[in-house]
T-cell receptor, first 118, second 118 residues
Framework: AQKITQTQPGMFVQEKEAVTLDCTYDTSDQSYGLFWYKQPSSGEMIFLIY??????QNATEGRYSLNFQKARKSANLVISASQLGDSAMYFC???????????????FGTGTRLQVTL | DTGVSQDPRHKITKRGQNVTFRCDPISEHNRLYWYRQTLGQGPEFLTYFQNEAQLEKSRLLSDRFSAERPKGSFSTLEIQRTEQGDSAMYLCASSWTNRRQGAVEKLFFGSGTQLSVL
């Protein structure tokens, strides 16, 4: 069974600093995708970044980058130049059978609450 | 594009009552998902629709739960004879996907309906 582990319940970072949010995963599938979502207090899940298991380069989207280490089964999110608006819950998620076009049944971790301070 | 809309935002009900939630996806999105999120956890997949067809249901979706998407546009999720364990945030997400698009299906989530069963 697939599983996502986020071991940091909460993190603090100063404005303009970089922060890494940890995510490890477990799956027997060779074809999977890893995602990060942000959930502000308003409740909606906002897609940030994804990485396919066969992608050779680490994904980047603006200030977000995904540090994908396949052998260690980790997919950490790095946020550079943190902003006050980055304060939110962050969820790591995985989708098996990523490349076959089947539905996005995502398995989520328990999340990390990030607080950006002045 | 007004985003995914869910109604109501909050629902308080007594145990044993029936409740119905509505989700309006982004127009022309052909897939619609329901997820459930309990306190301190990440969302869990419940079910999804491709147009009007309900293609998959999680084992989490007991017989008391029913979801419809009658014309391939909005969707409803009904819970009959609610139990205290049904208390959760119910999230709806939609996406547009086809095989020519490639593997990455991005889900756009609504702000959810927070259900409290007393």
């Amino acid at each position: 069974a697939q599983k996502i582990t986020q071991t940091q319940p909460g993190m603090f970072v100063q404005e303009k600093e970089a922060v890494t949010l940890d995510c490890t995963y477990d799956t027997s599938d060779q074809s999977y995708g890893l995602f990060w979502y942000k959930q502000p207090s308003s409740g909606e899940m906002i897609f940030l970044i994804y990485q396919g298991s066969y992608d050779e380069q680490n994904a980047t989207e603006g200030r977000y980058s995904l540090n994908f280490q396949k052998a260690r089964k980790s997919a950490n999110l790095v946020i550079s130049a943190s902003q006050l608006g980055d304060s939110a819950m962050y969820f790591c998620a995985m989708r098996e059978a990523f490349y076959t076009g089947t539905a996005s049944k995502l398995t989520f971790g328990t999340g990390t609450r990030l607080q950006v301070t002045l | 594009d007004t985003g995914v809309s869910q109604d109501p935002r909050h629902k308080i009900t007594k145990r044993g009552q029936n409740v119905t939630f509505r989700c309006d996806p982004i127009s022309e999105h052909n897939r619609l998902y329901w997820y459930r999120q309990t306190l301190g956890q990440g969302p869990e997949f419940l079910t999804y629709f491709q147009n009007e067809a309900q293609l998959e249901k999680s084992r989490l979706l007991s017989d008391r739960f029913s979801a419809e998407r009658p014309k391939g546009s909005f969707s409803t999720l009904e819970i009959q004879r609610t139990e205290q364990g049904d208390s959760a945030m119910y999230l709806c997400a939609s996406s547009w996907t086809n095989r020519r698009q490639g593997a990455v299906e991005k889900l756009f989530f609504g702000s959810g309906t927070q259900l409290s069963v007393l």
